[in-house]
């Protein structure tokens, strides 16, 4: 990132930790990614269950990696393979100390925007897991809400689209139709607004573009 931006985008984030404070969720600043991974390292103690839901953003600073190979009791849905099996998973997750996402979008205020299909990842957001860990680089920060729900159909379905063969106007045109076809991924649209459990929700600001 240019070092303008960098600059600017760290007081952006000193501008949205006051505003996260405000709706009682946390709010971190870490420059780089190697940063927010030395953070989830202190974030989370050794022992603790955890589990994550889809995220490119996950995988691109390194958090992915330390939380499975690091000294915790993970719980990757990818390792059930029938149904029961998946059932059993979702049963675990639902209790998992901590829930690791990213967002599609953060207001300046500090609303947090986020649209999904099945919403297995939004789900364990809304309630279940201890604490829930967000990692949102600076490509997510937008103006408001409405803007946060275009940036993501804009900017995020499309690729999610073409990773998952949805066969949804976003992924045979790379345009939003409004759809309301059987793999939609568009099916919830939260808006998280305020946290009522203190500490519950962190929110990790990285300074680098990172994920859809
Ligand atoms: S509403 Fe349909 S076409 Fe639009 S982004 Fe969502 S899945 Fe794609």
């Not at 675990?92 to 500090?110: K, P, Q, Y």
């Amino acid at each position: 990132m240019h070092a303008a931006r960098q600059d600017a985008f760290a007081k952006t984030a000193a501008t949205l930790i006051k505003n996260l404070e405000k709706r009682n969720i946390e709010g971190y600043y870490c420059p780089t990614s190697a940063d927010a991974v030395e953070l989830v390292r202190t974030l989370v103690p050794e022992g603790a269950s955890v589990t994550w839901g889809g995220s490119e953003t996950l995988a691109e600073t390194g958090v992915k990696a330390l939380l499975t190979s690091g000294p915790y009791r993970v719980i990757d849905r990818s390792r059930a393979t029938t149904p029961e099996e998946q059932r059993a998973v979702w049963r675990e997750r639902t209790c998992a100390d901590f829930h690791f996402m990213s967002a599609n979008a953060l207001t300046v205020s500090g609303e947090i925007v986020n649209i999904d299909g099945n919403a297995d990842r939004l789900s364990l957001l809304l309630h279940g897991p201890e604490h829930v860990i967000m990692l949102v680089g600076a490509n997510k920060i937008v103006t408001d809400v409405d803007a946060g729900i275009k940036r993501t159909r804009t900017h995020a379905c499309p690729p999610n689209a073409s990773r998952l063969h949805t066969n949804t106007p976003c992924e045979l045109t790379g345009v939003c139709r409004e759809c309301h076809a059987p793999q939609c991924m568009c099916c919830q649209v939260v808006v998280t607004r305020h946290s009522r459990h203190t500490g519950r929700i962190k929110v990790v600001l990285i300074g680098e573009d990172l994920g859809f």
